[in-house]
């Protein structure tokens, strides 16, 4: 089947996925495993099938910041930031498929389905970049977990489990803070029962979708 022959309307994230791998399934994906850099080539978009990839900036005095978190449809790459240096590694196993931007701009179906999940990294990036915008920062690292439950939590009986672990210093780095404070923090919000931990995975309130 031609791209032409394939449906025109923006695809949802499992519907984009498949639609990758139907026109590319000759290709191998590449695969990471968790804690592994990812190479970054210019003029490549990489696009998420399976697991979660951290994008970082250093900054001149040598203190690292976490931009954001991908997950599956989710692309990223050097071609889609200005910042510089720029990097990724795989918070979880991962398999990614690289795209050239010619194959994707001369393809306008994939370019939909891009552009529908190119807009959720947006929304996210610019959601993480109004958490500077508190004042307190136990309301910036409350406010991170509720954004971070909501892109990728699980919900069960007990609450909103966050499926994903970031370290106490990755979370410090986000919010501006120092690891001792979000240790401090995240023990307040323990004893004030808006958090638990199960499994070392976070808990947050089923509440906090309303």
């Known amino acids: 089947m031609s791209v032409s022959q394939l449906p025109q309307r923006p695809p949802t994230s499992d519907h984009y996925i498949a639609l ?3 026109l590319y399934h000759e290709r191998n994906l590449t695969q990471f495993t968790a804690g592994h850099s990812i190479p970054l080539r210019h003029n490549e978009i ?3 099938c399976r697991g979660i990839v951290q994008l970082h900036t250093i900054h001149p005095d040598g203190s690292e910041t976490l931009l954001g978190l991908a997950g599956p449809s989710m692309p990223f790459g050097l071609s889609l930031t200005g910042v510089s240096p720029y990097w990724a590694t795989a918070l979880t196993s991962l398999d990614i498929l690289p795209l050239p931007m010619a194959e994707l701009e001369n393809s306008p179906t994939l370019m939909a389905g891009l552009f529908a999940h190119l807009s959720r990294r947006l929304q996210q990036s610019e959601a993480w970049l109004a958490l500077s915008g508190k004042r307190l920062v136990a309301d910036r690292l409350r406010q991170l977990l509720i954004m971070l439950a909501q892109d990728f939590g699980q919900v069960e009986t007990q ?3 966050l499926t994903i672990r970031l370290t106490h210093h990755q979370l410090a780095t986000t919010i501006g803070t120092t690891r ?27 509440s906090m979708l309303n």
């Not at 995240?186 to 499994?199: N, P, S, T, Y």
């Open 20 to 22: 990758l791998e139907q």
């Open 180 to 206: 001792v404070t979000v240790t401090r923090l995240l023990r307040d919000f323990r004893k004030e029962g808006w958090l638990k931990v199960h499994q070392r995975y976070l808990i947050l309130p089923l």
């Open 46 to 48: 990489y696009v998420i």
């Open 159 to 161: 609450g909103v489990k």
